[in-house]
């Protein structure tokens, strides 16, 4: 379950910048990770509710999640596209498998709020 040690990261990170700011207190969390990350929303909840427990600093904060997409862009012709089946990533324009992942590889914290 790698969500767990995503969200550990996740939790230092924003105690250690929040700390360098004065803020005692995270209110919510914003996280953006995409979909090729395989970070399911649910046990990303589940990992943060147990992990904030003894952290005063997260008491009553939340974790706010956005995942992106995996959009490719062909390398040949130029068209953007989205494939939920990765065992068929042709361009549906010029059918080549020529590619680059453009969205959808993401995992940063956006921004915490806090006082």
Do not use: W
């Amino acid at each position: 379950m790698h969500e767990t040690s995503l969200v550990q990261f996740t939790l230092n990170a924003v105690e250690h910048r929040a700390a360098g700011l004065g803020i005692t207190r995270v209110k919510s969390i914003q996280l953006v990770t995409g979909e090729l990350r395989g970070a399911l929303p649910n046990l990303m909840q589940a990992a943060f509710r147990t992990l904030k427990r003894n952290r005063p600093i997260f008491e009553d904060a939340v974790l706010e999640m956005k995942v992106t997409p995996v959009i490719l862009k062909c390398r040949d012709c130029g068209t953007e596209y989205q494939k939920e089946d990765f065992h068929d990533v042709r361009c549906p324009k010029c059918g080549i498998t020529n590619f680059e992942i453009i969205s959808g590889s993401e995992l940063y914290i956006e921004s915490f709020e806090g006082e």
